[in-house]
């Protein structure tokens, strides 16, 4: 363990779990809006480069924690509640309440 406080191990790994929650939610926008009848190519490739981005933030931040001399203790992901928006506007703004949550986090971490 490389000077490394419980407290922060457990908001990292916190953090970390956001991450995959937020990838796995926009993952399943991206199923959403892939579908023939959607045709809103732009909103499919939106979404899956978000999932992308958000699980590879997810695997840095556990690779610091490993680097650490921490642990990631892993849980279940829950399913989107939503898996399904009416506009645009709706699934943006899921995403932008999404976001705070995991900026909400990071200023936690760093504080």
């Known amino acids: 363990r490389h000077n490394f406080d ?6 990292f790994v916190e953090h970390i779990h956001l991450e995959l929650a937020s990838s796995y939610h926009a993952w399943s926008m991206w199923a959403f809006y892939a579908r023939d009848c959607k045709a809103a ?4 490739r939106l979404c899956e480069w978000a999932s992308h981005v958000s699980a590879q ?5 556990a690779a610091y924690v490993l680097t650490r001399g921490g642990h990631v ?4 992901i829950p399913a ?13 703004s899921h995403c ?12 936690s971490i760093y504080q």
């Open 73 to 76: 203790d892993y849980k279940e």
């Open 6 to 11: 419980p407290e922060c191990e457990k908001a």
């Open 41 to 44: 190519v732009g909103m499919t």
């Open 57 to 61: 933030r997810a695997r840095r931040m």
């Open 80 to 92: 989107p509640k939503k898996q399904g928006w009416d506009n645009f506007e709706d699934a943006f």
């Open 96 to 107: 932008v309440a999404n976001k705070k949550r995991i900026l909400t986090s990071l200023q």
